[in-house]
């Protein structure tokens, strides 16, 4: 089991950025995939970006008002941490943002994620 904790959260107004991060402990860190989250209120939690073990491929969410070209997702397994970028940013952008590791699958995304963290709260102002 990998504990995680998340960090950065905040109020930002819209187009603002921010940076979220997320540090991990209690496993080799550099085995696992690691992914971000979110949910908004009265929403489902849903997939926002995945990097694999190495950080050599990373997934992001292609759905409506998708992340991909706003987000950036990416690891430092020398610190044990994982971030997420969050570039111009848009009031559907609320949500609580969760961390999440998952075994490694080489260069493809993880079938599920094991561990969670706690999550930390965006809020983005219009």
């Known amino acids: 089991q990998v504990q995680l904790v998340e960090s950065g959260g905040g109020l930002v107004e819209a187009g603002g950025s921010l940076r979220l991060s997320c540090a991990a402990s209690?496993?080799?860190?550099?085995?696992?995939?690691m992914g971000w989250f979110r949910q908004a209120p009265g929403k489902e939690r849903e997939f926002v970006a995945v990097t694999t073990w190495s950080g050599l491929s990373t997934y992001y969410a292609d759905y409506a008002d998708s992340v991909k070209g706003r987000f950036t997702i990416s690891r430092d397994n020398a610190k044990n941490t994982v971030a997420l970028q969050m570039n111009s940013l848009k009031p559907e952008d609320t949500a609580v943002y969760y961390c999440?590791?998952?075994?490694?699958?080489?260069?493809?995304?993880?079938?599920?994620?094991?561990?969670w963290g706690q999550g930390t709260q965006v809020t983005v102002s219009s």
């Open positions: 209690g496993r080799t860190f550099s085995s696992l995939a």
């Open positions: 999440a590791a998952g075994p490694s699958m080489g260069r493809y995304p993880p079938p599920r994620y094991d561990s």
